[in-house]
């Protein structure tokens, strides 16, 4: 899909994600090895950013979010903000995040015994706050195995900034590495 367009969208704020605090994704996608190209969301003060801004009790699987422009406020990554119990497979992102706290290449935080497996992030990840990391910001009480990422992490708060993960609190971490 190519969604360069997405930049025009919305008096310039760019692509909607699906799901936020209020409705959240509660399905599954499956992306069936495709790729989305060029999606832009421009919405610095907003929570729950990403394709998916907000999702719990979901499944999200091989899909590829390339040449991303993604800027939001807290909870912002390229392919979900916000992951509740919920589980991403075989899925990837390219491209430039910007968020305040819990940002990540990815996804902004995991939480809740959710998973994420097989995945990987290039993107460069620019965060204003904690948290901040090339696949994922924040892994809580979750389990991501089998993922890399290779992108630039960065972040002014300078506080729990890493090049996989910025901060595992209660979670696991297997078969993962980072050259960013």
């Known amino acids: 899909i190519d969604a360069s367009s997405s930049s025009s969208w919305d008096g310039g704020a760019g692509f909607t994600p699906i799901g936020n605090s209020g409705t959240k ?3 599954t996608y499956d992306g069936g090895g495709y790729v989305i ?5 421009n919405r610095p003060s907003t929570t729950y950013i990403g394709l998916f801004g907000y999702t719990i009790g979901s499944t999200i699987k091989d899909l590829g979010v390339i040449n991303v422009n993604i800027t939001g406020g807290h909870r912002t990554g390229g392919l979900v903000g916000y992951n509740n119990s919920s589980a991403i497979s075989n899925c990837y992102s390219t491209g430039s995040i910007i ?9 902004g ?4 015994s959710s998973t994420v497996n097989n995945c990987y992030s290039s993107g460069s990840v620019t965060g204003s706050g904690t948290d ?3 696949l994922v910001g924040y892994n809580n009480s979750s389990a991501i195995s089998n993922c890399y990422s290779t992108g630039s992490v960065v972040s002014s708060e300078g506080i729990r900034i890493g090049g996989l993960v910025g901060w595992s609190l209660g979670g696991s971490i297997s078969n993962c590495y980072s050259t960013g």
């Open 132 to 134: 901040a990391g090339g």
């Open 25 to 27: 994704f509660t399905g």
């Open 109 to 112: 935080m995991v939480d809740d």
């Open 99 to 107: 968020g305040g706290q819990y940002v990540g290449g990815l996804i």
């Open 37 to 41: 190209n060029d999606l832009n969301i």
